[in-house]
């Protein structure tokens, strides 16, 4: 799926986002190994912490639907700034994809393209857990 195509679901998710308290609608498109496509939006929450992002939603849904193996997402927002993953989603990203894997930012018109490794270079991993 061509980026441009990807950013359109995303843009597509955002629709459906509960955002009364901030009013920064997200919508992400997250692209499957083998070509399905995951939405998410946000959802805020009155107790903010409880808020889950677009992206965490997206992983998260196709995590449950058995996929694990992701080669980009697509994050859209109904306001500025452009929707760059927070922290948290970027570690959940970092725990199922590789750090060339492609972020696409719409903003305005059209869109930046970041990697994971861009967006954080030094993600914890199995390696760290104390587990």
């Not at 950013?7 to 998710?13: E, V």
């Not at 190994?33 to 998260?60: I, K, P, Q």
């Not at 700034?81 to 970092?94: D, E, I, N």
Request: hydrophobic share 40%.
């Amino acid at each position: 799926m061509t980026p441009e195509k990807l950013i359109l679901r995303a843009f597509q998710a955002l629709e459906h986002a509960h955002a009364p308290y901030s009013g920064y609608a997200v919508g992400a498109a997250l692209q499957c190994e083998d070509g399905t496509v995951f939405t998410g939006c946000n959802v805020e929450n009155a107790s903010y912490g409880l808020t889950n992002c677009a992206e965490r939603s997206a992983v998260f849904s196709a995590i449950s639907g058995g996929h694990k193996s992701f080669t980009a997402i697509a994050i859209a927002s109904s306001a500025a700034p452009p929707p760059f993953p927070c922290g948290a989603c970027r570690q959940v990203l970092a725990e199922f994809c590789s750090p060339g894997f492609k972020v696409y930012i719409a903003d305005g018109d059209g869109f930046q393209t970041v990697t994971l490794g861009e967006l954080l270079p030094h993600a914890f991993d199995l390696g760290d857990s104390n587990a």
